[in-house]
């Protein structure tokens, strides 16, 4: 075969042959084919094979990148003279060659770097070199590895210095230095952690159980802490005993007074030292009747509905004891007490019906009162107006009265009447009104003779968008000469003729209202208000 960078195999055949290989001293480090390629072979001395490379086309320079060099690179107690360092990497040399034609110095596997890149020059001055005179320089190599420097792992704490030659000697005791398990568990730590995994957390260390005396490997002995059975450990319901986990189970089912148990009649868990206190409030508990009427094991919770329902010695009250009898008797004779009481207990029913008349009166008196106006004005709707009127014509003074209404709180009470048909000289042609006064509940605090201005008012219904209302109103002072203004007794509530009010036999007449909206919806409305001073309604 001929040389990749020959021209032609003619070429490297009379190359080879004007040209024998010349060997250096260093018996081959570096060796040329003879035909002047940069091919180098580096032998012995654990130097590498050099590749072969094309040469750099013109106008290209060769450069080899400066993480390929390999110089030392350690923390040196002084920096090193520049003599030791070597000019392709800037570090202190490893394995340093020398080229005796020009003198310079490299680190071998630098030299051949750069040699591999095609360039055939020193990289210091450029001057051709020769292969066969490139030599190792072993004294200076001692020199280097004389240097003074720090451990490789001074920043993790390491204090040793000493000389380069000595970094893997001391390597061997490095306490930061990292190094396999030697349990050969795939672990790689620092030898100043080794003895702590060696005893604590190595997978594969021998480990003697201190209960049972068992020996494991690390990772089995995890497994069997926890579980041993020769283990002390205390009650799991912390009822304070201590014992060997294998006598655990026992304690825990049938000695332990903590462990729990369930009730037998509700069948709810409960601590074992507890269960005889929650048999005195268990619902489900059997107890006896009270009446002793001999029925077995009722659970406690359906004694109550028992005595109610179904116990027959059980004392029940008569049917009858809101009417007022006061019978006590066994269940079973209640049906014998009835059928000889039953007239006296017709008497007690009649009794409580006529009481309960009389609350039903004096609740809806005090119903009406609440419904009847306190301010002094009443608005009173007379509804079903035709039918009234025809009403009024058949039966001659027929009046009609308003609720009652009182001037303000506590104050006078009063009572508007009203003759559709008319009265007195407007009988038949005319609605008259009156307005009379009530006995009221406050009277004797009130100021005698009624004396204040009433207004009475039939309201125009007409809508206030279409048109401006026009009610009919007329305004009186009360006579107090007059008997009906003076204070009234119970006799004046009867309602006859001699017990008229005061007002307007002519207030209204039948053709005038029916001009406007007096009437509408076959309803009319008459308001009645009193002219009440702030201070007295104050």
Same mark, same amino acid.
């Given at each position: 075969?001929?040389?990749? *960078?020959?021209?032609?195999?003619?070429?490297?055949?009379?190359?080879?042959?004007?040209?024998?290989?010349?060997?250096? =001293?260093?018996?081959?480090?570096?060796?040329?084919?003879?035909?002047?390629?940069?091919?180098?072979?580096?032998?012995?001395?654990?130097?590498?094979? $050099?590749?072969?490379?094309?040469?750099?086309?013109?106008?290209?320079?060769?450069?080899?990148? /400066?993480?390929?060099?390999?110089?030392?690179?350690?923390?040196?107690?002084?920096?090193?003279?520049? +003599?030791?360092?070597?000019?392709?990497?800037?570090?202190?040399?490893?394995? =340093? &060659?020398?080229?005796?034609?020009?003198?310079?110095?490299?680190?071998?596997?630098?030299?051949?770097?750069?040699?591999?890149?095609?360039?055939?020059?020193?990289?210091?001055?450029?001057?051709?070199?020769?292969?066969?005179?490139?030599?190792?320089?072993?004294?200076?190599?001692?020199?280097?590895?004389?240097? /003074?420097?720090?451990?490789?792992?001074?920043?993790?704490?390491?204090?040793?210095?000493?000389?380069?030659?000595?970094?893997?000697?001391?390597?061997?005791?490095?306490?930061?230095?990292?190094?396999?398990? /030697?349990?050969?568990?795939? !672990?790689?730590?620092?030898? +100043?952690?080794?003895?702590?995994?060696?005893?604590?957390?190595?997978?594969?260390?021998?480990?003697?159980?201190?209960?049972?005396?068992?020996?494991?490997?690390?990772?089995?002995?995890?497994?069997?802490?926890?579980?041993?059975?020769?283990?002390?450990?205390?009650?799991?319901?912390?009822?304070?005993?201590?014992?060997?986990?294998?006598?655990?189970? *026992?304690?825990?089912?049938?000695?332990?007074?903590? +462990?729990? *148990?369930?009730?037998?009649?509700?069948?709810?868990?409960?601590?074992?030292?507890?269960?005889?206190?929650?048999?005195?409030?268990?619902?489900?508990?059997?107890?006896?009747?009270?009446? *002793?009427?001999?029925?077995?094991?009722?659970?406690?919770?359906?004694?109550?509905?028992? !005595?109610?329902?179904?116990?027959?010695?059980? $004392?029940?009250?008569?049917?009858?004891?809101?009417?007022?009898?006061?019978?006590?008797?066994?269940?079973?004779?209640?049906? +014998?007490?009835?059928?000889?009481?039953?007239?006296?207990?017709?008497?007690?029913?009649?009794?409580? !019906?006529?009481?309960?008349?009389?609350?039903?009166?004096?609740?809806?008196?005090?119903?009406?009162?609440?419904?009847?106006?306190?301010?002094? &004005?009443?608005?009173?709707?007379?509804?079903?107006?035709?039918?009234?009127?025809?009403?009024?014509?058949?039966?001659?003074?027929?009046?009609?009265?308003? =609720? =009652?209404?009182?001037?303000?709180?506590?104050?006078?009470?009063?009572?508007?009447?009203?003759?559709?048909?008319?009265?007195?000289?407007?009988?038949?042609?005319?609605?008259?009104?009156?307005?009379?006064?009530?006995?009221?509940?406050?009277?004797?605090?009130?100021?005698?003779?009624?004396?204040?201005?009433?207004?009475?008012?039939?309201?125009?219904?007409?809508?206030?968008?279409?048109?401006?209302?026009?009610?009919?109103?007329?305004?009186?002072?009360? #006579?107090?000469?007059?008997?009906?203004?003076?204070?009234?007794?119970?006799?004046?509530?009867?309602?006859?003729?001699?017990?008229?009010?005061?007002?307007?036999?002519?207030?209204?007449?039948?053709?005038?209202?029916?001009?406007?909206?007096?009437?509408? #919806?076959?309803?009319?409305?008459?308001?009645?208000?009193?002219?009440?001073?702030?201070?007295?309604?104050?």
């Amino acid at each position: 075969m001929h040389c990749v *960078q020959c021209v032609s195999p003619a070429r490297s055949a009379v190359k080879r042959a004007a040209q024998p290989v010349k060997t250096n =001293p260093a018996e081959g480090r570096y060796r040329s084919c003879g035909c002047g390629c940069p091919l180098s072979v580096k032998s012995g001395g654990g130097g590498r094979e $050099l590749r072969s490379f094309d040469a750099p086309r013109e106008g290209e320079k060769a450069t080899a990148s /400066p993480a390929d060099m390999p110089g030392f690179d350690y923390k040196f107690l002084e920096k090193p003279k520049r +003599r030791f360092q070597c000019p392709l990497c800037s570090k202190a040399m490893r394995e =340093p &060659v020398q080229v005796s034609t020009c003198g310079h110095r490299f680190c071998d596997t630098c030299l051949q770097e750069f040699l591999s890149e095609g360039v055939f020059k020193c990289p210091e001055d450029q001057l051709p070199l020769d292969y066969a005179k490139i030599y190792p320089d072993p004294e200076l190599e001692q020199q280097i590895l004389a240097l /003074p420097i720090r451990c490789i792992h001074s920043e993790e704490g390491c204090r040793w210095t000493g000389q380069m030659k000595q970094l893997q000697g001391h390597f061997s005791t490095c306490a930061f230095n990292v190094i396999p398990c /030697p349990n050969r568990c795939s !672990v790689k730590l620092t030898r +100043r952690d080794l003895p702590d995994h060696l005893q604590h957390d190595c997978p594969k260390r021998k480990v003697k159980c201190e209960f049972c005396g068992s020996e494991f490997t690390g990772e089995a002995y995890e497994n069997h802490q926890g579980v041993c059975p020769q283990e002390s450990v205390y009650c799991e319901n912390k009822c304070g005993a201590r014992m060997m986990r294998r006598l655990l189970s *026992q304690h825990s089912m049938a000695e332990c007074p903590k +462990r729990t *148990q369930p009730c037998k009649y509700c069948g709810k868990e409960f601590v074992f030292d507890t269960i005889q206190n929650h048999q005195y409030h268990c619902p489900r508990f059997p107890v006896q009747c009270p009446n *002793q009427c001999g029925t077995p094991n009722i659970a406690r919770e359906d004694l109550a509905n028992h !005595v109610k329902d179904n116990c027959g010695n059980a $004392l029940v009250l008569c049917p009858f004891k809101d009417a007022g009898c006061k019978h006590r008797c066994p269940k079973l004779a209640i049906s +014998r007490h009835l059928e000889e009481t039953t007239k006296s207990h017709l008497t007690l029913m009649c009794n409580l !019906v006529g009481r309960q008349r009389q609350e039903i009166l004096e609740l809806r008196r005090e119903m009406e009162e609440l419904s009847v106006s306190q301010d002094g &004005v009443l608005i009173w709707k007379l509804s079903d107006y035709s039918r009234k009127l025809q009403e009024a014509k058949l039966r001659s003074n027929h009046e009609f009265f308003s =609720p =009652p209404f009182y001037t303000h709180r506590y104050g006078y009470k009063l009572q508007v009447s009203a003759f559709l048909n008319g009265n007195g000289s407007g009988e038949g042609s005319h609605l008259s009104v009156y307005i009379r006064v009530l006995p009221g509940e406050y009277d004797n605090l009130l100021e005698w003779p009624f004396s204040y201005k009433v207004t009475f008012s039939i309201l125009d219904q007409s809508d206030p968008s279409l048109s401006k209302p026009q009610h009919i109103t007329e305004t009186f002072n009360p #006579d107090p000469n007059w008997k009906n203004f003076q204070k009234p007794c119970s006799s004046r509530n009867s309602l006859d003729e001699s017990t008229l009010g005061f007002g307007y036999p002519k207030f209204i007449s039948h053709e005038e209202i029916k001009k406007r909206n007096y009437i509408r #919806d076959n309803c009319i409305f008459i308001k009645a208000s009193i002219d009440i001073p702030q201070k007295i309604m104050g």
